[in-house]
C-alpha cells in the first residue's frame, strides 16, 4: 500500500524558515513527478512546485527565489525549503507523486494527508 507522509509544518514568523519532507513508502516500480501543492482556507489546492525524475523544476511566481524543491530517489523523498516566509504562504501543504506500482500498470497520483504552515507574529 501507497503512503505519503508529510512533515515539517508548523508556525513560523514572517521572514523565517521551514522545510518540508515527504517520504513515500510503498511498493513503486517507477516514481515520476513528486511535487507540492498548497490550500488556504476558503481557496483552491494550488501547485507550489514540481520536480520530475530527470530534475526539472517548476515553481509557482509566487514562490520563485524562496522556496527550493529537490528528491532523493533512493530514499522516495521530497522536501521543500521554504525562506522569507511570508504570512500569505499560510496554508496547508500537501504532496503529491504521480508513478506506477507495476511495470504494466497505470501511471496514478498519491496524495499525502498535509501538514499545516502558519506563517504570523
Known amino acids: 500500500q501507497v503512503q505519503l507522509v508529510e512533515s515539517g509544518g508548523g508556525l513560523v514568523q514572517p521572514g523565517g524558515s521551514l522545510r518540508l519532507s515527504c517520504a513515500v513508502s510503498?511498493?513503486?516500480?517507477?516514481?515520476?513527478?513528486m511535487a507540492w501543492y498548497c490550500q488556504a482556507p476558503g481557496k483552491q489546492r494550488e501547485l507550489v512546485s514540481s520536480i520530475t525524475i530527470d530534475g526539472t523544476i517548476n515553481y509557482a511566481d509566487s514562490v520563485k527565489g524562496r522556496f527550493t524543491i529537490s528528491r532523493d530517489n533512493a530514499k522516495n523523498t521530497v522536501y521543500l525549503q521554504m525562506n522569507s516566509l511570508k504570512p500569505e504562504d499560510t496554508a496547508v501543504y500537501y504532496c503529491?507523486?504521480?508513478?506506477?506500482?507495476?511495470?504494466?500498470?497505470?501511471?496514478?497520483?498519491?496524495w499525502g494527508q498535509g501538514t499545516q504552515v502558519t506563517v504570523s507574529s
Open positions: 503529491k507523486v504521480l508513478g506506477k506500482v507495476s511495470e504494466t500498470g497505470y501511471v496514478s497520483q498519491f
Open positions: 510503498g511498493v513503486f516500480f517507477s516514481i515520476y513527478t
